[in-house]
């Protein structure tokens, strides 16, 4: 009998790319994603979706009574920073509330191993090179949430012995990322933009700084961890060390895209100014290979951004704050 892996969020950009490293690793997968940033199409064809929502407790129950799930991986949320201060009850509702329904369901039904993709968001302005040793100071209300279930696994592991492993991701792009999402992932939305003949929008002076992670050099690792034993109750940034500006950012896409450089600057918003991390500590426990380059994974999503059809428009988000909301986002509010 196949052992048995719940992936939430497995149809959306990085949990699609689990699961087929799930599966190839030889696991029955089954996705739970309500599909308000994730595809059908994603899903790898041996994998089973559940098509509902982690903060629908019931249905959660049933799938870990049913299942009996040996691994967890917890990858669904609603991972827009900036527009986190303006949805506050719609994230805390889905990053914390849901995740604890999974935390909950695990205990209960004596899940081996749960593991949680996190963020950098949790360690907030300055600290840099950013390290899990740093006393995390997140600045917007997601990466609270984040924050906050970390702090609970270690409790859960503490109190009822839920052996997990959490992962620090940063700005991670590659194919089958929800271009059409106007909130989140950078790279996705200057794409979206180009292949629409817009400019790109810049907030701010475009200085500030990210590393991008090509999907590759996370995805499988986060399939993998439960199989390493210096993995187990640990917390890891995982990501790359190169760090580039949001105009070199633009200027790269472009050239990818084959397209003419325009960027459009708008008013500066309130985020991160700088946040890039140091993955010592994942180096050292998983030996991975040379990461990626920009360059070289720009190239390889633009091909696929230009070879599929993005008719699927992402869910609309209800602003629950109109103050201080940026003007640009105002146009796509609901």
């Known amino acids: 009998m196949k052992i048995t892996s719940l992936v939430t969020g497995g149809a959306g950009f990085i949990g699609s790319h689990v699961v087929t490293n799930l599966i190839a690793l030889g696991y029955e ?30 249905l959660v129950n049933r799938l870990f009574e049913k299942y009996q799930f040996t691994y967890v991986y917890h990858l669904a949320a609603y991972a827009a920073e900036g527009l986190s201060h303006f949805i506050r009850r719609f994230n805390y509702e889905n990053n914390v509330i849901g995740s604890i329904n999974l935390i909950n369901a695990a205990v209960n039904n004596e899940v081996s191993h ?27 209300p997601y990466g609270i949430a984040k924050y906050a279930i970390e702090l609970d696994l ?6 009822f012995g839920l052996d997990y492993t959490i992962f620090r991701p940063h ?22 933009k180009l292949l629409n003949n817009e400019s790109l929008p810049v907030f701010g002076d475009g200085e500030q700084r990210r590393a991008f992670t090509y999907i590759d050099d996370v995805a499988p690792f ?19 060390d190169e760090v580039t500006s949001v105009n070199d950012l633009a200027m790269k896409v472009c ?26 500590n994942f180096r050292k426990v998983f030996d991975p290979k040379p990461s990626m380059s920009l360059d ?3 190239m390889k999503m633009a091909d696929w951004a230009k070879s599929i059809d993005h ?24």
């Not at 996705?31 to 407790?57: M, P, Q």
């Open 29 to 58: 997968v089954i996705v739970l994603d309500d599909l308000s940033g994730g595809y059908e199409r994603n899903i790898h064809k041996e994998a089973h979706l559940i098509i509902g929502s982690i903060t629908d407790t019931a």
């Open 114 to 140: 749960f593991v949680f993709t996190s963020s950098i968001a949790v360690y907030g302005a300055g600290q840099l090179p950013l390290t899990e040793s740093n006393d995390p100071r997140p600045e917007d």
């Open 255 to 280: 050239n990818a895209m084959g397209i003419e450089n325009r960027i459009n600057y708008l008013e500066k918003r309130e985020e991160v100014f700088e946040a890039y991390a140091d993955h010592s």
């Open 171 to 192: 700005n991670v792009y590659g194919p089958k990322q929800n271009i059409k999402d106007p909130y989140r992932n950078v790279i996705g939305i200057f794409m979206n």
């Open 311 to 334: 008719v699927q428009e992402t869910a609309s988000i209800k602003i629950e704050v109109e103050k201080n909301l940026p003007e640009s986002w105002k146009q796509n509010k609901k």
């Open 154 to 159: 270690k409790n859960a592991n503490k109190m």
């Open 222 to 240: 986060i399939a993998n961890c439960y199989s390493i034993s210096e993995a187990k109750n640990q917390t890891f940034n995982i990501g790359t």
């Open 296 to 298: 070289k994974g720009l």
